[in-house]
């Protein structure tokens, strides 16, 4: 997806915060559908993946990992016990 790719060349130039931010817009995009569904988006595990190495790459404790992944959901529109499902079932908790 495209703000893989940006996050990608963002990353390579060393501004890491704004490929952080270009991976969690790509991630809201296919989270959002995914609460109006329930049925997660195919390439959502991908994008939760990348999306956690950004942030261990840029030395962030676990305890701000998890803090960030929940705002991700609450963005997208989930309740707290939807997206906590939904982060064990992608593996991510």
Do not use: C, W
């Not at 950004?54 to 707290?80: N, Q, T, V, Y």
């Amino acid at each position: 997806m495209i703000y893989s790719q940006f996050a990608r060349v963002l990353k390579h130039m060393n501004r890491m915060d704004e490929a952080e931010l270009s991976l969690r817009r790509g991630l809201i995009i296919l989270l959002r559908p995914t609460a109006l569904s329930g049925y997660p988006h195919p390439k959502l595990r991908g994008g939760f993946d990348r999306y956690r190495k950004i942030l261990l790459e840029m030395s962030l404790s676990e305890e701000e990992i998890d803090r960030r992944f929940k705002e991700l959901g609450k963005e997208a529109g989930f309740d707290a016990e939807s997206y906590d499902r939904l982060l064990r079932s992608m593996g991510t908790q």
